[in-house]
Every structure is written in C-alpha cells, then in structure tokens.
C-alpha cells in the first residue's frame, strides 16, 4: 500500500482528518446514507453552509464538489461531492465518479487540507456496482497523488465488509 494511502474500516464521522467527504444529493439537504449520518454528527452549521452554497449556485451538479465547515465533526471541514446513479455502465457514469473524486481532491487541496477521508461513493442507493466504484476511487486518488504536493494523505473508509474486502486487494496490488 502506498504510504499517503490509508484503509480504514468504520463510521466516517469519527475519523480525524482535516477534511472528510460526504456523498451528498445535488440539493445538499442531507439525506439518507453517509449524507444523513454526516448531517447528524456535525449538527446544525454543516445544513447552514449547505443552505448558503443553495443560495449562491443552486446545489451541487453530480461530478461536482463543495465545502462547508466540519461543525462538531472531528473534520475541519466537509466536502460535499454528488456521485453518478448507476443505471447502466454508460462511459459518462464512469467519468462522473472519477471526477467527483478527483474534484474533492482539488477542493482539498485548494482549501489547505492535508488529510481527507473518503465514503464509498455511489455505491449506497445510487447502486454503482462496489468494484467498479473501488477501482475508480483507488485509481483517480493515485493519479491525483502524483503531482500534488498539498494533500498528504487520503483515507478510505469503508462502512461494510465487501467495500473494505475490494479496497484491501485494490491497494496491496
């Protein structure tokens, strides 16, 4: 495993990191899954910031990222990406989780952040298919970590067994 690349398994809202993401829907109003689950731990000020972004730009467009503060988050702050619904395979799903990872990842960067934890994005309700979903998250944070000097480790956490069984094999490959 590379060394800026950690694998953790559990509740996303306890990990310490500058910066966690939540797989967030395009209105930003919390939701069901890790969404709700983020929106519940950090309290009221994460919906706040999530209200003022709404207001700005309307939401947040899937392949999209935003940041709003952590709350009572051990997270400095939250950056909302939306992930693609899986329907069918199409290239263009593929790419919009590819670059809901790798915008959270610019985001990150652009903020100062130096850790940053990942959800298994679309993988939830939204039934993007877990080992496509792992190996474009793994792939898209490699690449990413190449040439960028800001963010110094990323973590992936994964709530269930399977998601951390294919990020296992992913990452020690």
Known sequence: MQPNIELIQG??????????VNAANTSLMGGGGVDGAIHRAGGP??????????A???GCKTGEAVITTGGKLPARYVIHTVGPVYNSGK???LE?????YLNSLKLAAENGVRTIAF????????RFPKDKAAEIAVSTVKEFLIDNKIVEK?????????????????LHN
């Open 11 to 20: 509740d996303i809202t306890q990990v310490e990191a500058d910066a966690i």
């Open 45 to 54: 000020a994460i919906l706040d910031d999530c209200r003022k972004i709404v």
């Open 91 to 93: 290239p263009k799903e």
């Open 56 to 58: 700005r730009q309307g």
């Open 154 to 170: 990323v973590i992936f956490v994964c709530f269930d067994d399977e998601n951390y069984g294919l990020y296992k094999q992913l």
């Open 96 to 100: 919009l989780l590819r670059s809901a």
């Open 119 to 126: 959800p298994n994005i679309s993988t939830g309700i939204y």
